[in-house]
């Protein structure tokens, strides 16, 4: 205390270091002492001396609560700074000493009442930041004042305390009746106020998904558009950001809203323009394209976008990202402006990234040239991952723009002669793609690639350059030399390497047979023998097979005419690209993604969509084919990058996954059950299939495989024989549970008119503890179909497939084929909507198709979901009564134990029954895959076919889905 | 909302912290902090990162990290905008936004952070307004604090708040009233090896400095208007005036603002100043290099050029330079492999000239990478894309105000590629 004292003489003496940095001098022992001494003294200035002090404390993040009650009896003063210091600590402190925060309840409410609009608003809202229950119940009254204040700064300062109370105690706000206040407040005189009951409604819709607390009507939205015009930025965003919500009648409301909002796009504030880009992007779909007011709108939309860009870097970042979905929905608005999207060598990296994105995807045949030519500078700057995004860009223009395709090969050429060793690499990558693309056009090439064989370390680079040599294996005279030399190292490889070395050599003995049996050979030894990996295991496995069996089967299947890669890379999803208009702005748009998929605490976030065009001049749109038709007219094929969703489907011949986790059940019992089924086969495989039929017969793997469920079936090597394995199978599971766990019958998922003639139909069942997936494939096309795949979208339990769809033959026009597909759990999760919603992609030689279908929650119920009674009792007891939930199960005719038993085939455990006046009530429990328990009380009353069911369990949302199970088992 | 805002310094140290709502451990930084190591220079550290349960929105200014977390979905840019918001208030109110001044002045930037967000919704962020309520610090002022007790928060209700003209403080008075605004233009471009203009663009700005007394209320015309095609403004402009009569017309901010900023798009012809002669080589053997450039005068409306200097970033090998320039000093940073050219004026009949030899590290490979020139100059006295104000005339005061428009032409990210 004596130095503090000192310094403060000295400051006075001087007169001249009068500042803040003064409170961090003290930082010895006994500090909290001093404080405590000086914050109880009588001179009102030392006291706020303190009061600094301790906030200079706190914010540097050291602990000075134990000051607690001296700062709060500093609280009652009429100096409006010290008022406000002690305000500071209390709202960081209070949540730590509850009881002494209760000392401070009255000077509040007293503040509340002060003549002193500044003293009622802060009162109010300091009250709000006091997370302390015992204090927001007398925060309500003085609240429900300022609500209805005479002064608007009050009123717009109590709109935000009730977002802030919510988050406290939402109950306590909805029976208090603050949110019918907070909707009066839209229609306030002051348009401050407006902007902030918005704020604060939106805020409390977030966390209350269906609530229906924004209920805009057309003249709710005139108020908005009026205030819109006159709060500050923030509220001018935060308006915009709900204008958004809103689903216009018709194209001429739609047109209306839009010019009122055209003039925020010059606005300073950059938030402001990017929201009002959104509300423009999506009420634009209403409107008919021949209105000349279109064509207004989309020239009005550039400049303020392109002015974003000389913002600063961070802005220009989120800016950036956003301007990548709007090029994708609709190129033209920034077609004519590619040069601002040149890259500057003193960009951040992130900046220069996105940027290199967006020139791609408007590069067209007008101004490849000069996209060229930046994309050639930008190979030779200093950062590799820059200069590698730009060598693979090049690549892309080759494939985007074909007139430009001969340019950038020879672009290419010129940057692999420089030999810095990650340029080769990367246009070895690209060049593989340029293959693709153009087949039988640039291969004279391929020597100058064979030239950097050695440099190349990266794994894809290597997989692409074996790629490479296996398909033109033909032209390439020392292929086999070269192949073999990636032989020698092979357990050093990556499964990458691995896997497309396998199918190269297996191409080359196609091509080639005479001279490289002995090389296929060992390379199909090395990869079933002496390898861990399930997926080289099983490829290795199905090329010895084919090979043996049918090679000229094998030549079709293995050299089959690959199917083109379509023009734009890594393309949104239209759906997905949809949802994400409609969140320009946020931070899905910078991530991409829907917020379903990320943002915590928003609770079934409900996706949006943009609305249908009204355009009544084109409306032959069939209605299944909705608003997307509207717009693009022929929506692009999609192929998504690496590591997205569906990746790997469509470059299953390049990349195949790298997953090596559970290995699936399949591999081992699925040549055992050949073996078993075919004698014949064994004749037809020859002398190679003899070490290793013999090999796994001894094997325990196949005695267990019988054990296992069918999951593990091969789906097929032809149709017949797999139904009768299925029969064999079906019998197998009949004896070993006698009470079949629940499985609806198969519906239509994907019907053929939407998948080029493939249907596909199915459901789910759980077979001893194995979820399945059962599909018939119908091939209603004229064409055969090969090369199936399957990919699951992530979803709320992390369903996955457990390996590879089995579908060995090609489909025949006319043919079904009966597929089980094992799954497991251990996929990325994802909420979904409803919550058990699975998104599916089928690949087949055709083209990629999506379908979503349901499945019964109680597939995910696990067999080790009996609970202990006692804990049963205190669960029950446990989770709060908020998450019960209630529903009825009409017209079912089981008496109790029929029920019990019927749903304990499906794994609900019946743990207690008990009987009160003829009603019997069942207490049961069931474990999810994800070991989220779910109990139930359920009432069966002689007599009356209506069941009561309760549910209880700490993730609410899943009770929904259980009571559907339950009604689903009950009734079948 | 805006959750939390903390301030980090370059080497990493947090030394401020503000919660709006529930306190978070400054541990949610170690996620920045990560990012930060793997970005290397602070530039390049994305702005936008996800942690488990918050995302952190970082901007960079003045060497410092301004990072807020956040935990539900809110516009990223609304929060980018923001910070750079509570940076430009504390430049504002400090005359710089340092580390130094902030740690002096915490507790007014404690209260200047509560007074701006409130529950994570910005609630004040109008200078004229934060400073009615919170007054700017002064040596006078603090000495006078001190010694009466009397505090710099102001206890009535700050007038802009609730008008509709939030900028503007009521009952302003001045002896002297002006009001002077300075057209500023930036050319940003890109020159490639040849001289050939590859991107070029004007990013223009009219700052204001009026100082008038009551509610004056302005109109600002232009001689050539339709130049403007791409603006954005500061919110006290009438958009609709804009829109049908293309003049400015607005109830000015009292003080410093800027009341437009303008992008003269690369669609139209840019003048170039300057063109610049170069020729930077190395050799395959002998571990050297050569250097020469000179620069003449291109399009400068008869102008002089001033303040012109020449940065380039030489590749990592380069050890020392042995150059002469005709004219100006030169500097070579060995640490950051800057070369730095201060030119001076352009003078038309003796041009600039720079050349020597540049010594590389023995044995080091041929550097792949061409070092770009970046190039600084300025004009006086022209706004380089034709803008002129024509006239400006005062409303709704009787008293005659001085005026003055001034004109500069600087170069914005103006760079040469060799």
């Known amino acids: ?972 | 909302m805006i959750h939390s805002l903390f301030l980090i310094n370059h080497t990493g140290d947090i030394f401020l912290e503000k919660h709006w709502k529930s306190v978070i451990s400054r541990s949610v930084c170690d996620y920045f902090f990560e990012a930060k190591e793997k970005a290397v220079d602070p530039e390049n550290v994305p702005p936008v990162l996800q942690t488990p349960h918050h995302y952190l929105i970082t901007i960079y200014r003045g060497k410092l990290f301004f990072l807020s977390v956040i935990q539900t979905e809110v516009p990223p840019l609304f929060v980018i905008e923001f910070l750079h918001r509570v940076a430009d208030t504390f430049q504002d109110y400090f005359g710089e936004c340092s580390e130094v001044i902030i740690k002096d002045n915490v507790v007014t930037v404690y209260e200047l952070l509560e007074e701006m967000l409130d529950n994570g919704f910005p609630l004040a962020t109008e200078s004229n307004v934060l400073k009615e309520m919170i007054r700017p610090p002064t040596i006078l002022r603090s000495v006078v604090n001190t010694l009466t007790g009397s505090s710099n928060v102001g206890d009535t209700l700050p007038t802009g708040q609730l008008s509709n003209i939030p900028w503007r403080r009521a009952g302003v008075k001045y002896t002297n009233n002006e009001a002077y605004f300075d057209v500023i233009e930036e050319i940003d471009a890109i020159l490639d090896k040849s001289g050939t203009t590859v991107f070029a663009e004007i990013q223009g700005v009219i700052e204001a400095c009026v100082r008038l007394t009551g509610m004056p209320d302005l109109t600002l015309s232009f001689m050539n208007p339709r130049l403007l095609d791409d603006v954005s403004f500061h919110p006290c402009v009438r958009f609709k005036r804009w829109e049908s009569e293309r003049v400015l017309s607005f109830i000015p901010p009292d003080g410093n603002f800027t009341l437009m900023t303008y992008h003269v798009s690369s669609q139209n012809l840019v003048a170039i100043p300057v063109y610049v002669k170069q020729n930077i080589s190395f050799f395959e053997t002998g571990n050297c290099g050569r250097l020469d450039i000179t620069i003449g005068p291109k399009q400068t409306m008869g102008k002089t050029v001033e303040g012109l200097m020449v940065t380039v970033h030489m590749p990592k090998a380069v050890l020392s330079t042995n150059l002469t320039a005709s004219q100006g000093n030169y500097t070579y940073d060995l640490a950051t492999k800057v070369l730095v050219w201060d030119v001076g004026k352009l003078n038309p009949q003796k041009l600039p000239n720079l050349r020597g030899s540049l010594s590389m590290q023995a044995g080091a490979p041929k550097p792949e990478e061409n070092p770009s020139l970046n190039i600084d100059l300025k004009i006086q006295q022209l706004a380089i894309s034709g803008l002129k104000v024509s006239r400006l005339d005062m409303y709704g005061e009787k008293y005659k105000p001085f005026k003055g428009v001034k004109y500069v032409t600087k170069a914005g990210k103006f760079q040469v590629r060799t």
């Open chain 1, 1 to 972: 205390m004596q130095e503090w004292a000192n310094q403060l003489c000295e400051n006075r003496q001087f007169g001249s270091k009068m500042t803040d940095s003064k409170y961090f001098t003290t930082t010895k022992k006994g500090e909290i002492f001093e404080l405590k001494a000086e914050l109880n003294s009588d001179k009102k200035e030392k006291k706020k001396e303190a009061v600094k002090k301790v906030i200079a404390s706190m914010t540097v993040g050291k602990d000075v609560s134990a000051l607690f009650p001296d700062v709060v009896n500093c609280m009652q003063t009429d100096n409006l700074e010290l008022k406000k210091l002690v305000y500071l600590y209390l709202m960081n402190y209070a949540k730590s000493q509850p009881d002494m925060a209760i000392m401070a309840v009255n000077t509040f409410v007293k503040d509340c009442e002060d003549p002193n609009p500044l003293i009622r608003a802060l009162a109010v809202r300091t009250m709000g930041c006091i997370r302390v229950d015992k204090i927001t119940e007398y925060l309500c009254e003085p609240l429900r004042k300022c609500l209805k204040d005479e002064d608007p700064y009050v009123r717009k300062t109590a709109a935000v305390c009730v977002a802030k109370l919510h988050d406290i105690n939402a109950q306590l706000v909805e029976d208090q009746g603050f949110l019918d206040t907070l909707k009066d407040l839209i229609s306030d005189s002051n348009p401050m106020v407006v902007a902030n009951a918005v704020a604060a409604l939106s805020e409390i819709a977030e966390s209350h998904p269906n609530s229906n607390l924004l209920d805009l009507n057309p003249q709710t939205i005139n108020k908005l558009l009026t205030a819109l015009n006159e709060c500050t930025e923030w509220g001018q965003i935060f308006i915009l950001d709900c204008l958004a919500n809103y689903t216009p009648r018709d194209d001429r409301e739609s047109q209306s809203i839009c010019e009122r909002v055209t003039p925020r796009l010059s606005h300073a504030n950059s938030a402001v323009v990017l929201s009002a880009v959104k509300v423009l992007m999506k009420f634009m779909e209403m409107l008919p394209k021949d209105l000349d007011y279109y064509g207004t709108l989309l020239k009005k939309l550039a400049p303020p976008l392109v002015t974003l860009l000389s913002a600063e870097p961070e802005l220009q970042y989120v800016a950036l990202r956003n301007i990548n979905l709007i090029v994708q929905r609709r190129p033209e608005i920034l077609k004519h402006e590619m040069k601002v999207f040149f890259v500057k060598y003193n960009d951040p990296i992130y900046v220069k990234l996105e940027k290199l994105d967006i020139m791609i995807r408007l590069a067209s045949q007008a101004n490849i040239a000069q996209v060229l030519a930046e994309l050639k500078e930008y190979a030779t700057e200093v950062d590799v991952d820059f200069v590698r995004k730009a060598v693979r860009a090049i690549g892309r223009c080759a494939i985007k723009v074909e007139q430009s395709a001969e340019r950038c090969v020879s672009t290419l050429l010129d940057l692999i002669q420089t030999k810095v060793n990650y340029v080769v690499q990367e246009a070895i990558v690209v060049i593989k793609d340029i293959f693709r693309k153009y087949p039988n056009k640039y291969e004279s090439v391929i020597a100058t690639l064979c030239e950097n064989l050695d440099s190349l370390d990266e794994p894809e680079a290597r997989a692409a350059m074996i790629w490479i040599v296996g398909e033109y294996a033909e032209r390439i005279d020392n292929a086999d030399e070269l192949l073999e030399s990636f032989l020698e190292g092979f357990h050093d490889e990556s499964t990458q390497v691995q896997l497309q070395l396998l199918t190269a050599i297996v191409k080359l003995f196609l091509k080639k047979p005479t001279e490289t049996q002995e090389l296929v050979q060992q390379v199909l030894s090395l990869a079933t023998q002496d390898s861990d990996n399930p997926d080289l295991r099983d490829r290795g496995y199905i090329y010895w097979r084919l090979l043996s069996t049918d090679p000229v089967a094998a030549k079709e299947v293995v050299l089959a005419e690959k199917p083109l890669i379509s023009e734009e890379t890594d393309l949104i999803e239209p759906t997905l690209l949809e949802e994400l208009i409609c969140h320009i702005g946020t931070l899905a748009s910078v991530y991409h993604k829907p917020p379903s998929a990320f943002v915590e605490g928003s609770r079934g976030v409900q996706h949006k969509r943009l609305p249908g065009s009204a355009g009544s001049g084109e409306s032959v749109e069939s209605p299944d084919t909705g608003s997307a038709a509207g717009v693009s007219e022929a929506p692009p094929a999609v192929i998504p990058s690496q590591g997205d969703l569906l990746g790997d489907l469509l470059n299953l011949d390049l990349t195949p996954p790298t997953t090596t986790g559970p290995p699936p059940p399949s591999s081992g019992m699925q040549m055992g059950a050949m073996d078993l089924l075919g004698g014949g086969l064994d004749s037809l495989m020859g002398d190679e299939s003899e070490p290793l039929g013999g090999d796994l017969g001894g094997s325990p793997a196949m005695g267990a495989g019988f054990g296992a469920p069918p999951a593990a079936m091969p789906a097929s090597f032809t149709a017949p024989v797999s139904g009768g394995l299925d029969d064999l199978f079906d019998l197998g599971g009949g004896v070993g549970m006698p009470m079949g766990a629940y499985s609806p019958p198969k519906t239509v998922w994907l019907p053929a008119m939407k998948a080029k003639g493939l249907e596909i139909s199915g459901t789910f069942a759980r077979r001893a503890g194995v979820i399945q997936m059962e599909m018939t494939l119908t091939n209603k096309a004229m064409s055969v179909m090969t090369d199936f795949a399957i990919q699951f979208n992530r979803n709320s339990f992390g369903l996955a497939p457990a390996g590879p769809l089995q579908v060995l033959t090609p489909l025949s026009p006319n043919q079904s084929i009966e597929v089980t597909l094992p799954l497991n759990t251990v996929g990325p999760v994802m909420k979904m909507e409803p919550l058990n919603n699975l998104q599916v992609a089928v690949k087949n030689n055709i083209d990629v198709f999506y379908f979503s279908c349901q499945y019964p929650i109680s597939m995910l119920f696990v067999e080790d979901g009996k609970m202990e009674r006692q804990v049963f009792l205190a669960t029950w007891k446990d989770i709060p009564n908020d998450n019960e939930s209630q529903f009825q199960i009409k017209d079912c005719h089981l008496n109790s134990d029929a029920a019990s038993n019927k749903l304990q085939g499906s794994n609900i455990f019946t743990i207690a029954k008990r009987t009160v006046e003829g009603q019997d009530m069942l207490y049961q429990s069931m474990k999810l895959t994800n070991g989220i328990w779910v109990l139930a009380e359920l009432r069966v009353q002689a007599g009356n076919p209506n069941y009561t069911i309760s549910l209880k369990c700490r993730a609410p949302e899943v009770s929904q889905c259980v009571f559907q199970s339950y009604e689903a088992v009950l009734k079948n």
